[in-house]
């Protein structure tokens, strides 16, 4: 049975091959969505992983472990350059709340539909029922670009406006999310040492931030003298690595720690446009290696999971239909929107991706396997959900 | 005036900000560390920690013209098991996969940089240089031993066969080279012209060639000692089997990649790690497989698949260029990772236990490297500036060296503890020496386009 289904992901990437060489090959619509985002790759980190060639074994992922941690302080850095304080004053104040309100309320839903539901199908234990809860609602409430980034230029001018609002929630809606998973490495901490949650918070948070303060100061320093782009490369990827180490050493969230530091990066560093340069020249490798990082992980060992996956994704669906309902009926001013605009934040990208990942790498527990399999199949949902629910929103709008 | 005050200037800023991340790394050296998470943390800081040090230690030593990779390897040594104890023996072995990816990067760069062309038009010479180097060398170093060995308390226990067997080892490692140090120096000064084009053809097919001679020594040793009293031709067999599929998997391999050049391009340099990574992954695979299902000892060799892979892109396709411009994109993080992770393995204990038989044995070789580059040289009828200057850029020793003497050790345990010693201990010598004179005759000679 492995044989046949190795054998089938080779043909299926033989095929994403083929399409990648001769481009002119013609997809439908939730085909072409599906490689052109790069989903592929988690099939090719499946078929590396454990369950079929064994290429990736746990061994082999731990010798990578300093690449795993420079995904996710690459996109910890690249999430953080989102969020410069001169640009994101330039949208009304309103955008932003949508962003938040709308990303706030999906993770209420799904937390609580998935802290009520996973125990009927996993036995966990009480601090890791709650750590799996926050971790699948943060990657549910991120949302990608990808599904715009498809679009043809000119459908895209007809909807500037909406698909403006689209691009800027889809860009920042991760925001709390992240900041609530950051919480999460607490109870990590409080399970082992036996520690008050709250104080942990507290005076965790402190130190991370006078830690990230003290790395965000090398970085001006690096960048005070000119280099060129191989030395800014390698200073970022050692500083990415470096910054992703601190935070573990001091359980906290790799991708979280180096969040911060892209944040105080874009906002204080005043070469921060050639920073950006190097972390957006690769952003395409960097999230196709971390999508065959964690298909590694991947395990389609149950049924279930396929059932599971369609309910956490359909409660996804809800959150972020109902925020879109309710951010369209926020200030006279967001009326103009379409009400349906949840249909246009369904996909989910990078952010989703680093977060299962560094929960996989920092509180993986028995059945986290299995939780990031059916966090990645909704994924594959959504991928194909997605474009049909973006056009038709973007065609209800006037 | 202004250029010099900016250099001192970074310099200050490189050795303040290279003592805070020293400190800060001490602090957190300094905090229990309990969990898996916070060990994967510190094998995680200690990789970036080693990165920033070693580019920042090497922007330093620039300063007195040191070759970028001597302030790498000389970082990798302070930080390394036998100085500091920063990077422990554990956490060097866990960079390990991550060191072979390097590699595979790296060869596939020194097969780049072979042209048809200029090795045609330097065969004379690179062929003379290869038997030369091959025959002086060896000579030089198996007669030091037979006739000086006795005279050192390091081997004195061993007896006149196992001297004479130590003696062969040593000389044939002593032939072994470093492309990999060879190919950073040439990429980092952008050096060009005949004689950088005779060393890297030497330097790169004495590594094949170093396979097929330590496998004869191997053999002979084992006569010497008492074991089989036969050649047995079973294992040339078996060695030139492997060589051939290594270099018929690059040729493919080579062939791939300028296919997808030509037809995709987008992300070459994510490609090549793919591929990097694959070819490290399948050979150790492989290895264990044809082992287990078909009781055939068949080990394919990375380096050399790399190694003609990016021989057959560079000179059988019109993507040669494309793919070099894409390897030395991402080269400095590779070089920087490679060659700090080499110095940390250098083997200091190995150089205090026996470090006058070292030396002596550093400058026989040297002696017989000069001899031979020389009469090489002479013959061929290079320049005399060359002849006389080319001992300079076949110094340096690395990896390959280290994994012969590693088998040696297996093969024959009676010597082994000895001649491990002793070739770690020679490698530390010629891989802190060798990158410096490499460099300093390539300015010589006003090859190096960057100084």
Redesign the interface.
């Known amino acids: 049975m492995k044989i046949v289904f190795a054998l089938l992901i080779i043909v299926f990437l033989t095929f994403s091959g083929y399409h ?3 481009r002119s090959f013609k997809l439908p619509l939730f085909a072409r969505e599906f490689y052109l985002t790069g989903t592929e790759f988690l099939f090719l980190g499946l078929l590396l992983g454990a369950q079929f060639l064994n ?1 990736l074994n746990t061994e ?1 992922l ?6 795993g ?1 420079l995904l996710l302080g690459w996109i910890g850095l690249l999430f953080g350059f989102q969020f410069e304080i001169a640009k994101l004053q330039r949208f009304p104040l309103d955008f932003f709340k949508a962003a938040i309100l709308e990303s706030l309320l999906t993770f209420v839903l799904v937390f609580f539909s998935v802290y009520y539901t996973l125990p009927l199908f996993f036995e966990i234990p009480e601090v890791k029922h709650i750590v799996l809860s926050l971790t699948l609602s943060a990657a549910a409430a991120c949302t990608a670009q990808t599904g715009l980034a498809l679009l043809a230029p000119d459908f895209i001018d007809q909807h500037r406006k909406t698909t403006g609002l689209l691009r800027y929630v889809s860009s920042i809606d991760g925001l709390s999310a992240l900041l609530i998973f950051g919480m999460v490495f607490f109870f ?1 901490k409080s399970s ?1 040492t036996g520690f008050s949650w709250v104080g942990d918070l507290a005076l965790g948070t402190v130190f991370i931030l006078i830690i990230s303060a ?1 790395l965000v100061f ?1 970085y001006i ?2 960048m ?2 000119h280099r060129d ?3 800014l ?3 970022v ?15 906290f969230s ?1 991708l979280v720690a180096n969040f911060f530091v892209g944040f105080c990066l874009v906002n204080l560093c005043r070469q921060k446009e050639r920073l950006f340069k190097i972390l957006v020249g ?1 952003e ?2 960097v999230y ?2 971390l999508l065959v990082f964690i298909g590694a992980y991947w395990k389609l060992d149950s049924m279930w999971l396929v059932v599971l996956a369609a309910a956490y994704c359909f409660c996804r669906f809800v959150g972020k239909f109902l925020g879109g309902v309710i951010v369209t009926r926020l200030s006279p001013e967001m009326n103009d929107y379409p009400p349906h605009l949840g249909f246009g934040l369904l996909d989910q990208g990078g952010l989703s991706l680093a977060i299962l990942f560094d929960f996989q ?3 993986s527990c028995d059945v986290s396997t299995s939780v990031i399999s059916l966090a990645l199949l909704a994924i594959i949902y959504n991928e194909f959900l997605s474009p049909y629910l973006l056009v038709r929103l973007l065609k209800e709008d006037k | 005036m202004v250029d010099l005050y ?1 250099r001192k ?2 310099v200050i ?1 490189y050795i303040l ?1 290279l003592l ?2 020293t400190l ?1 790394a001490l602090w ?1 050296r300094h ?1 229990d ?3 898996s ?2 060990k ?10 080693v ?2 040090a070693a ?1 920042m230690s090497a922007q330093i030593l620039k300063i007195a013209r040191l070759p970028l990779i001597s302030g790498y390897i000389i970082v990798g040594i302070i930080v390394g098991p036998y100085v500091s104890g920063f990077l422990t023996d554990d956490m060097i072995a ?5 060191n072979d990816v390097a590699l595979s990067f790296i060869a596939l760069t020194a097969g780049g940089a072979l042209h048809l062309q200029s090795l045609k038009k330097r065969r004379k010479s690179i062929i003379l240089n290869i038997l030369f180097l091959t025959l002086v060398v060896f000579g030089f170093v198996f007669m030091f031993f037979v006739f000086m060995g006795s005279h050192f308390s390091f081997i004195r226990n061993l007896s006149s066969v196992q001297i004479m067997a130590f003696a062969v080892l040593v000389g044939v490692v002593a032939v072994a080279r470093s492309p990999s140090s060879a190919i950073a120096i040439i990429s980092e000064s952008r050096a060009s012209g005949p004689f950088t084009e005779t060393v890297l053809g030497v330097t790169v097919a004495m590594d094949v060639l170093i396979i097929v001679l330590f496998t004869v020594a191997l053999t002979v040793v084992r006569i010497i000692l008492g074991g089989s009293g036969m050649l047995d031709t079973q294992v040339f067999m078996a060695v030139s089997i492997e060589m051939a599929v290594s270099f018929f998997l690059g040729a493919l391999l080579g062939k791939g990649i300028s296919f997808y050049i030509d ?2 391009r987008h ?1 070459l ?2 490609f090549l790690l793919f591929l990097a990574f ?1 070819v490290t ?2 050979s150790m ?1 492989s290895d264990n497989f044809m082992i287990s299902y078909f009781d055939i000892h068949l080990h394919l060799e990375p380096l050399l698949i790399c190694m003609s892979a990016g021989f057959v892109v560079q000179n059988f396709s019109k993507t040669g260029t494309y793919f070099m411009e894409s390897l ?6 590779v070089y ?1 990772l490679f060659f700090s992770l080499a110095g940390a393995s250098l083997n200091f204990d190995a150089l205090r236990l026996c470090w006058l038989l070292t030396l002596c044995l550093a400058v026989v070789r040297v002696t017989g490297i000069f001899c031979a580059t020389w009469l090489a040289g002479t013959v061929a009828g290079d320049p005399p500036l060359h002849n006389r200057s080319a001992w300079m850029a076949y110094i340096t020793q690395a990896g390959v060296a280290i994994g012969l003497a590693q088998v040696a050790e297996r093969e024959f345990p009676e010597i082994g503890m000895y001649l491990t010693t002793v070739i770690l201990a020679l490698i530390f010598v010629n891989q802190v020496a060798g990158p410096v004179t490499f460099k300093a005759v390539l300015n010589f000679l006003g090859e190096a386009k960057i100084r």
């Open positions: 990648l060489t001769f290429l082999t731990r010798g990578l472990e300093p690449i941690a990590r082992i003290g090398l320093v690096f005070s003298s782009e191989s030395e490369a390698l200073l990827i050692a500083m990415a690595v470096l910054t992703s180490g601190v935070a573990s050493i001091l359980h790799p690769v395409k490798p196709l290696l790498q920092g509180i | 900016q200037r970074n800023t900000t805070v991340v800060f957190l905090l560390i309990e969990s998470w916070q994967a943390g510190m094998i995680n800081f200690s990789f970036g920690f990165l920033l580019y866990s960079f390990g996969f991550i037809r995709i992300d340099p994510l694959g992954k399948i695979w030395d994109r991402v080269s400095l993080p920087v």
